[in-house]
């Protein structure tokens, strides 16, 4: 008789050690943060790993990396970068970065270090090219409900919201730091965001598109305040109408009190404005904020006039022209019998001095910028000593890189810095569920500094070895461009090319 057939054993799990999640992955499948999976009773990096390579920017052909293939005879260091994007973590920190790679660059033997850093310190600044009010500053901003950020103070022509941070990834409720984590990642990996901002607008956020502000797709960013579109273009107006006020938020302008007027010859015309006076021409708080004329809350730029005054210059027919600080809103009007401006068309010559300020308006984008601490226990990937990393960096001993990308270094404590997400390789950030944003870093430096700054001497391996071995975490590569969000095309091989985010 035979016996009943056993079932089949379970293949067994194995741990990733890649984050302080520890997960047990089974074959073929991802651990929680859809970065790592079981290859073959393997952990990989399910993502290939990036090379910049500047002969991509001229047309070159890509270069085949795959060890079958490559022969070494086209390698160049300051052609080539391997970044850190796919590269594999630090995780527990004390180990060398996943990649330590040693290349000549105009003559001298120079080092980068290269890993995908975990923070928990980390958030983005945001700027909206906007003069829209968008939310008072210090308001909340919610995305899907949750406060993952705030409005801080307003730039020129922009409004600006400061997102993430520690406080939100973990000092939250669990969905606080869930949403916050999400967010953080989309804004970063350059997708589209919704916020919503308390007692103000629901704004949809993608970096290097414009913002869309209640559902309207912004144009253009403000030329200036009311005060400097009157310095810049008082001169196109003289001779074509008596007067102009510029309707703006924050600097309402006149240009017939306004100093650029005066120095033209522009005469007086009794013409008040409701508002508070700072200097001749310039005019504060002549409404509230909001997504009207000029960034303010008024529909009919009126209602921002008082009575005209004869004793001052006023008389019939005079004729007005209020224009906003982008030239979106224009209108003109003639004083009548009672000094009370009315409606007329406006001229084509006038409407030639709106369009000028609608050219001489930027396109309205918006900016993400990356902004992490990167002082804490992942310098111990780069050195054993990870307080001369720091110096190295705050000396410009050490360069540092996201993603390939620059970045400001801020002055000061520790290595606290920012970057432009949009100059870095599409999907460049991921997450684990701690929560906590995973984010490319590179550190570049002459290895004779690395060596005395106590790095991992013994990890560093030469370009061609680590192009034909690849590391710890696979050996899939794929090339970009050197500036890398602008033209990307993932490649792996000397002519494959797959979805950038390969699963085993």
């Known amino acids: 008789m035979n016996s009943p057939a056993q079932p089949a054993a379970k293949p067994e799990k194995i741990r990733c050690d890649a984050c302080p999640v520890m997960c047990f992955v089974a074959e073929g499948r991802t651990g929680a943060c859809d970065r790592y999976a079981n290859e073959g009773g393997k952990i990989v990096r399910c993502d290939p790993i990036t090379v910049l390579d500047r002969r991509l920017e001229a047309g070159g052909e890509i270069r085949p990396f795959l060890k079958d293939d490559w022969d070494g005879s086209v390698l160049a260091g300051d052609d080539l970068f391997v970044s850190a994007v796919g590269a594999g973590t630090t995780y527990p920190d004390f180990k060398p970065a996943p990649f330590i790679v040693s290349r000549e660059v105009e003559g001298v033997d120079t080092v980068t270090v290269v890993t995908e850093a975990i923070y928990s310190y980390c958030g983005v600044k945001v700027k909206i090219d906007t003069d829209r009010h968008l939310g008072h500053e210090g308001a909340k901003v919610r995305a899907k409900g949750e406060v993952v950020g705030l409005v801080i103070t307003s730039e020129y022509g922009s409004q600006m919201l400061s997102l993430g941070g520690v406080d939100h990834l973990t000092g939250g409720s669990k969905s606080e730091g869930r949403v916050t984590c999400d967010t953080l990642m989309a804004l970063c990996n350059r997708e589209a965001v919704e916020l919503e901002i308390e007692d103000g607008a629901t704004v949809v956020v993608q970096a290097g598109q414009p913002p869309i502000v209640d559902g309207k ?51 007086d015309t009794g013409i008040r404005i409701n508002g508070r006076r700072s200097t001749p021409g310039r005019y504060f708080q002549v409404a509230e904020p909001g997504l009207g004329w000029g960034g303010t809350d008024i529909e009919d730029p009126l209602s921002i006039l008082g009575e005209w005054r004869a004793a001052k210059g006023a008389t019939e027919g005079m004729t007005l022209l209020m224009v906003s600080t982008t030239g979106e809103h224009a209108a003109a009007y003639r004083l009548d019998a009672e000094l009370r401006p009315q409606p007329v068309p406006l001229s084509p010559d006038l409407q030639e001095t709106v369009d000028l300020i609608a050219e001489n308006c930027e396109p309205a984008l918006c900016t993400v910028m990356f902004t992490g601490g990167a002082g804490g226990s992942l310098r111990s990937g780069v ?51 701690t929560p906590a944003l995973v984010a490319p870093l590179e550190f570049t430096m002459p290895r004779a500094d690395y060596v005395a700054l106590g790095g991992h001497e013994g990890a560093i391996r030469a370009l061609s070895d680590v192009l034909e071995n690849g590391g710890e975490y696979g050996a899939e590569w794929r090339a970009l461009p050197r500036e890398a969000g602008r033209r990307a095309q993932p490649a792996r091989g000397a002519d494959a090319t797959p979805d950038p985010k390969h699963r085993p």
């Not at 970045?407 to 569920?433: E, N, R």
Request: one cysteine or more; hydrophobic letters at 40%; glycine letters at 14%.
């Open 217 to 267: 797709r912004e144009e253009r960013m403000r030329v200036g305040c009311g005060s400097a579109t009157i310095g810049m273009f008082a001169g196109h107006w003289q001779g074509l109408v008596d007067e102009v006020v510029v309707v703006d938020d924050h600097i309402t302008g006149v240009v017939s009190e306004h100093q650029a007027g005066k120095v033209i010859g522009w005469p």
């Open 383 to 433: 050195t054993r000593n990870p307080v001369r990393l720091t110096r190295a960096v705050q000396g410009r001993r050490a360069t540092v890189t996201v993603g390939g990308a620059e970045c400001f270094v801020w002055p000061g404590g520790g290595i606290t810095l920012m970057a432009d997400v949009t100059q870095m390789p599409a999907q460049s950030f991921g997450y684990v569920p």
